[in-house]
T-cell receptor, first 115, second 115 residues
Framework: KAGVTQTPRYLIKTRGQQVTLSCSPISGHRSVSWYQQTPGQGLQFLFEYFSETQRNKGNFPGRFSGRQFSNSRSEMNVSTLELGDSALYLC??????????????FGPGTRLTVL | AQKITQTQPGMFVQEKEAVTLDCTYDTSDPSYGLFWYKQPSSGEMIFLIYQGSYDQQNATEGRYSLNFQKARKSANLVISASQLGDSAMYFCAMREGYNTDKLIFGTGTRLQVFP
């Protein structure tokens, strides 16, 4: 079974631009979550989508948004990029079956550099 | 407030030896799950092991075992028979409840295995 895929793997943008990152979950997984990883702040939860609805949101400004499609694929968008948005963005998917052992599996990440 | 603490920024271990990576957590929710992930330099987060708050026995997955001490709120990862390929960052994470995928991560421990 194919793992979580993320595109693109690397991205370079300039301040003020916007960016869209894509995530395809493992087949059969219904939940997709996004995390930002930076050397200073570590791994931080951005948001979580289940059945095309945002189920949970982290403490990030409104410039960060996301959505999930009917096939569970997800995109996240960052508008008006700032230098501090440079990070590794990780996507994770899970079955979301409510079982205690439900586990998130991560993709390889998209490394965003803002110049 | 929910929190994960990893107090070891870096650890060294000789090949074939065992090593323990520390993790303490704080939560007021009686239902939670604890996860360990490995992150090689490539960036992808690899799931290693899960421990549920109601699990009576410590979790084991191959060379990985979890020393779960609920009263002390600790969930230490034990890697037996270390291999050079175990060199990576290791993150402890917690999920509160079963209807969310939101993970709170610790700051990680960098493990280096030497011959």
């Amino acid at each position: 079974k194919a793992g979580v895929t993320q595109t693109p793997r690397y991205l370079i943008k300039t301040r003020g631009q916007q960016v869209t990152l894509s995530c395809s979950p493992i087949s059969g997984h219904r939940s997709v979550s996004w995390y930002q990883q930076t050397p200073g702040q570590g791994l931080q939860f951005l948001f979580e989508y289940f059945s095309e609805t945002q189920r949970n949101k982290g403490n990030f400004p409104g410039r960060f948004s996301g959505r999930q499609f009917s096939n569970s694929r997800s995109e996240m968008n960052v508008s008006t990029l700032e230098l501090g948005d440079s990070a590794l963005y990780l996507c994770a998917s899970s079955l979301a079956d409510g079982a205690p052992r439900d586990t998130q599996y991560f993709g390889p990440g998209t490394r965003l550099t803002v110049l | 407030a929910q929190k994960i603490t990893q107090t070891q920024p870096g650890m060294f271990v000789q090949e074939k030896e065992a090593v323990t990576l520390d993790c303490t957590y704080d939560t007021s929710d009686p239902s939670y799950g604890l996860f360990w992930y490995k992150q090689p330099s490539s960036g992808e987060m690899i799931f290693l092991i899960y421990q549920g708050s109601y699990d009576q026995q410590n979790a084991t997955e191959g060379r990985y075992s979890l020393n779960f001490q609920k009263a002390r709120k600790s969930a230490n990862l034990v890697i037996s028979a270390s291999q050079l390929g175990d060199s990576a960052m290791y993150f402890c994470a917690m999920r509160e409840g079963y209807n969310t995928d939101k993970l709170i991560f610790g700051t990680g421990t960098r493990l280096q295995v030497f011959p």
